[in-house]
């Protein structure tokens, strides 16, 4: 069985060999001579061309350059992968079956020889240690020969696939393995890099060493599941906070800062009218025109009062005519029937400028009773 393993490993080096380095078929050296020949007939011919289209010939060359960069790194890929799998598959399989059954590899031996015994470690017994190695130490290196195996062997990729993305993945592992982990050599007597950190010679045998193996697996998966446990109350915690701090938030949905509820107040223009024209005899009937950034607020001026005193709209009427008593001037103003206010709202309204443009041209329009204005 050992022998049919070596001989397909080795059918594969040659196949790989006979692909890539056989003089009978064109290769990628060809390739890449040719291309560069086809850039040094442009450079020729410029030397003899009297009319030079610079963008047609920049990219002749461009292309020719770009082909033959390809056919390089490919052939770099290639040497690189080559000593790859000789190192992988001859070192490790070679290593593997060195000591082989005499009965099946047919390797006559003479039954009349001295036997000795000599007392070994249950892991030097045979290959055993080099069978666990290949199995349970896994490295990065491991990685980078199980990358490059994938790339070699896959019968569905086909030569030109995804060599940028190969590169990058092996210089990316490149970075993680230690300067120790060779690509010559890659069997270590004092490294510590065994899967669950669980080293065959420091097991008292080989049960022993997949009973550590089992418990250390179960460690690490209880391990994980705390780790799940744990992840899980931090976020069951932080939905709780979060579903506080909604609640916080749609009970404060109806408040407003005072900044923003003054922005957002529309201001107004407002203006008292003469219903019966008693006071001001034009067509509008207009008595006073006004604005304010908040009424509400500024109303509280006009709003009567049951202690006597006169309102700010009465006593500008008052004023005007200093010849009606205060009685009589107060029983109009406050008689629904004769005197009535408008009140113009917008948010526009709310830049001063704008508000007062507005008051303005309200008051030149109908010549209220008690505003000043130009004639």
């Not at 289209?53 to 052939?75: F, G, T």
């Not at 010559?184 to 080293?199: I, L, R």
């Not at 690490?220 to 909604?246: F, G, H, M, S, T």
């Amino acid at each position: 069985m050992k022998d049919d393993i070596l001989r397909k490993v080795s059918y594969e080096i040659d196949k790989f060999e006979m692909d890539h380095y056989n003089e009978d078929k064109k290769g990628r050296w060809e390739g890449a001579n040719e291309d560069l020949d086809k850039i040094n007939d442009i450079v020729n011919d410029l030397q003899t061309l009297k009319h030079i289209n610079p963008d047609h010939i920049a990219d002749k060359i461009q292309v020719s350059l770009a082909n033959a960069r390809c056919e390089v790194d490919n052939m770099e890929s290639i040497a690189v992968q080559n000593g790859l799998v000789r190192s992988k598959h001859l070192q490790n399989l070679l290593q593997a079956a060195r000591f082989r059954n005499s009965k099946d590899s047919g390797y006559w031996r003479d039954p009349n020889v001295d036997h000795v015994q000599i007392k070994l470690p249950w892991y030097l017994a045979d290959n055993l240690l080099e069978k666990l190695y290949l199995k349970y130490h896994k490295t990065k290196i491991h990685k980078c020969f199980d990358k490059v195996h994938k790339y070699l062997l896959d019968e569905d990729n086909d030569s030109y696939r995804g060599i940028y993305c190969f590169w990058k993945e092996i210089e990316e592992l490149w970075d993680e393995v230690f300067d120790e982990e060779t690509l010559s050599n890659h069997y270590h007597d004092d490294d510590n890099y065994w899967q669950y950190d669980v080293d065959p010679r420091e097991c008292k045998n080989l049960k022993d060493f997949f009973k550590k193996r089992i418990a250390a697996r179960i460690e690490e998966r209880k391990e994980a599941e705390k780790r799940i446990v744990e992840q899980a109350q931090i976020d069951k915690k932080k939905q709780e906070e979060l579903k506080i701090l909604k609640a916080k938030k749609h009970k404060l949905r109806n408040y407003l800062p005072l900044k923003k509820y003054g922005e957002e107040v529309p201001g107004s223009v407002y203006w008292f009218i003469d219903i019966n024209k008693k006071f001001q005899k034009n067509k509008h009937g207009i008595l006073y025109v006004g604005e304010s950034k908040n009424f509400h607020k500024r109303f509280s001026a006009y709003d009567p009062k049951n202690n006597g005193r006169l309102t700010e709209l009465e006593r500008k009427l008052q004023n005007k005519l200093p010849t009606i008593k205060k009685e009589t001037i107060q029983k109009f103003i406050r008689d629904p029937e004769q005197c009535r206010i408008r009140v113009i709202s917008h948010k526009f309204l709310s830049d001063n400028f704008k508000r007062k443009v507005f008051e303005s041209r309200v008051i030149q329009r109908v010549k209220p009773l008690l505003n000043r204005y130009s004639v």
